[in-house]
């Protein structure tokens, strides 16, 4: 097995590009070898509420104390198709607990799943260590059930648009995304009745949001489940 870093970071879009990494790591490959391509991506989050996705596959489940360091005081809610579940990190408790200050266990975080992150301290970075997913030759498949969901793109990188390849994000008539701006959710739509991509009135025309590597977002899917699927060569 042949493990190819690279470093992905949020402030150049060029050195996100997981596309591309991937691509030269398949160039390198050899018949009798399997590309892993480790990778450490540095995702700036700010004071208070910061919308999340893991962008790299690490440790045994993707645990919130593997992917990344933990910070005293840190909130992280996942979504569980109707609400919200709580864990906090507080070292003085023991550690991991509930919302009731029990004992509790770290998240499971894996690429793919958005996850609300509270940052108690100033604005700083968050540096996740892990696999690019899915490595060369591979496809993601997502689960877009009817509804909400909260997903962030597997594969790392960042485009102008969330449909563009490789996050390739689907469009569905009807849909909506839901992006955090540290305060509020910022609402795109498709409605083929309207033109296309819509505003958060439902009218105004718009264009597909763009995506950056960690950013988690929700997703609604107004009609039966579908999959997201994303390929490299």
Avoid at 147 to 153: A, D
Avoid at 210 to 225: I, T, W
């Amino acid at each position: 097995m042949t493990r190819d870093k690279r470093y992905l970071s949020t402030s150049n879009p060029v050195r996100t590009a997981a596309l591309a990494l991937a691509t030269l790591a398949a160039s390198i490959a050899t018949s009798v070898g399997q590309i892993n391509v480790v990778a450490y991506a540095s995702v700036s989050i700010a004071s208070g509420w910061n919308l999340l996705a893991n962008p790299l596959s690490a440790g045994v489940r993707n645990g919130a104390d593997e992917i990344m360091i933990p910070i005293d005081g840190e909130i992280i809610l996942t979504w569980n198709g109707v609400g919200f579940d709580r864990v906090s990190y507080d070292p003085t408790l023991g550690g991991w607990i509930d919302t009731d200050s029990n004992a509790s266990v770290p998240p499971s975080l894996p690429p793919g799943k958005g996850f609300f992150f509270y940052n108690p301290g100033p604005v700083t970075n968050l540096i996740f260590t892990g696999l690019i997913v899915p490595s060369p030759g591979t496809t993601n498949s997502i689960n877009l059930p009817s509804g909400y969901s909260l997903i962030g793109s597997p594969l790392p990188a960042t485009v102008a648009q969330i449909t563009n390849a490789p996050v390739s994000l689907p469009v569905l008539d009807g849909m909506l995304i839901l992006q955090w701006d540290g305060s509020n959710y910022v609402q795109t739509g498709f409605d083929s009745g309207f033109g296309g991509w819509v505003a958060a009135d439902g009218h105004t025309p718009s264009v597909a949001p763009s995506y950056r590597v960690g950013q988690g977002f929700f997703f609604f899917n107004p009609g039966p489940a579908k999959t997201w699927q994303q390929s490299l060569p």
